[in-house]
């Protein structure tokens, strides 16, 4: 679980700490919106940016699975359930 105020950010990575990448990787986001950006295998690979929203599920696999991702700075804004906050929980494989 992640936790992001305003201004938090997450840069561009890799989940490889697994075993096996054979399992996809869901990713639930709550709390305040957030851009997600979804690139290719190589860190210089451009980007998709996709809005997320309280409640979204992201989820990725096969040649995707090590593809390279992260979240734009957060913005300013306060979610009615979560305040100031978004909370980002993250499935994967460990076995």
Same mark, same amino acid.
């Given at each position: 679980?992640?936790?992001? /105020?305003?201004? /938090?950010?997450?840069?561009?990575?890799?989940?490889?700490?697994?075993?096996?990448? =054979?399992?996809?990787?869901?990713?639930?986001?709550?709390?305040?919106?957030?851009?997600?950006?979804?690139?290719?295998?190589?860190?210089?690979?451009?980007?998709?940016?996709?809005?997320?929203?309280? =409640?979204?599920?992201?989820?990725? %696999?096969?040649? /995707?699975?090590?593809?390279?991702? =992260?979240?734009?700075?957060?913005?300013? %804004?306060?979610?009615?359930?979560?305040?100031?906050?978004?909370?980002?929980?993250?499935?994967?494989? /460990? =076995?």
């Amino acid at each position: 679980m992640r936790r992001g /105020a305003p201004g /938090a950010r997450l840069s561009l990575h890799q989940d490889r700490d697994e075993r096996d990448f =054979g399992a996809p990787i869901v990713s639930v986001s709550l709390g305040l919106p957030a851009v997600f950006l979804f690139g290719g295998p190589r860190r210089t690979d451009k980007t998709v940016r996709v809005p997320l929203e309280h =409640g979204d599920v992201v989820v990725w %696999g096969g040649p /995707a699975r090590l593809y390279y991702h =992260g979240v734009l700075p957060l913005k300013d %804004g306060c979610h009615p359930l979560l305040g100031e906050q978004r909370i980002n929980l993250t499935f994967r494989k /460990a =076995g």
